[in-house]
């Protein structure tokens, strides 16, 4: 089983700075993190940014210049620093792992299809 749990959400105004961690454990050969979405209260989750083994990342166009993604493939653990913060922002976020690609034969055989997984969610409160 694959277990990630986020950390470092709480309550910021507006202009202030959050870094959020993701932290994977269990059976993690095969997965890798990925990414951090978003839900805001009555709004659909989105992709606010992720970054693949290299380190190229990509940003939702709102968080461009505010936020950086970053993660230590050795510890398995993926992060975002928030920068002048915005109420928008406010929302639950999410951390996001998958499968690696290429796969080997040995995670083909234990991933035969693609899978997400998911963290519960750390909330980010941003106050005027």
Partial sequence: QVRLVESGGGLVQAG??????????????????RGWY??????????VADIDSSGSAKYEDSVKGRFTVSRDNALNMLYLQMN???PEDTAVYYCQAAVDEPRSSFCKAQYPYAMDYWGKGTL?????
């Fill in 16 to 33: 202030g700075s959050l870094r959020l961690s993701c932290a994977a454990s269990g059976d993690t050969n095969c997965i890798s993190v």
């Fill in 38 to 47: 978003r839900q805001a209260p009555g709004k659909e989750r989105e992709l």
């Fill in 84 to 86: 002048s913060l915005k």
């Fill in 124 to 128: 980010v409160t941003v106050s005027s």
